[in-house]
């Protein structure tokens, strides 16, 4: 597999890391695509079928495991190898259920460019990306449940220290710490509304 075979599509919801990416990406003289979630994704691969997909985890409206889960349920799009990046799902468990998915690499933010560049061309220049073999959704689901569960005790644990630390900074080093727990608090709030919608599929599935 080659770059001639299609673009990269990276799928990001943050602007800074995305544009690094992107530039990083084109600089090297790949073609990039992008989206800034799993809904995007999945509309943008109909369109144009990546060589590679390199997608964040934690995103609104469709988040990086269920955009993933989503490509190997389809025998069209299951072979496109895919690279995890993830400054919070970053735990064994995580990188796990994340290969369970069939991702290809699993590489943890702040992401290193010498060493994404190196990925992503083993990636394309190896032999035919073997193709996984989708877990079956109640497996997913659990799974799924099970790493949401976990990062939004992490987020609250998060918050509440946040929280408790602000009263007692000085007033330079607040603006930092507040900038914090609003991305914590943004955070916990995508993975609330995550965990609501799997609590319904998983009793969908049991009627």
Request: net charge negative; aromatic share 8%; hydrophobic share 40%.
């Amino acid at each position: 597999m080659t770059a001639s075979n299609g673009p990269i599509l990276i799928v990001e919801d943050v602007p800074n890391v995305l544009e690094l990416l992107e530039v990083t990406l084109r600089f090297k003289g790949y073609a990039v695509i992008t989206a800034r979630n799993g809904e995007e994704a999945l509309e943008a691969v109909t369109k144009q079928r990546p060589a590679l997909i390199v997608t964040d985890i934690l995103m609104p409206k469709m988040d990086g495991y269920a955009f993933v889960q989503k490509l190997r349920l389809n025998h069209e799009t299951r072979s496109i190898p895919v690279v995890f990046l993830s400054a919070t799902y970053v735990t064994p468990e995580d990188k796990q259920f994340a290969l369970s998915l069939g991702a290809a690499r699993f590489m943890e933010k702040p992401i290193d460019t010498e060493d994404f560049l190196l990925t992503v061309a083993e990636i394309l220049t190896q032999q035919p990306f073997t193709q996984p073999q989708p877990l079956d959704m109640e497996r997913f689901y659990q799974g799924y449940r099970t790493r949401l569960e976990d990062k939004l005790r992490h987020k609250n644990s998060q918050i509440a220290r946040a929280e408790r630390l602000l009263p007692t900074l000085p007033s330079d080093q607040k603006p930092a710490f507040e900038a914090l727990l609003r991305q914590s608090m943004r955070d916990r709030d995508e993975i609330q509304s995550e965990l609501y919608d799997i609590y319904h599929t998983i009793e969908e599935l049991k009627k």
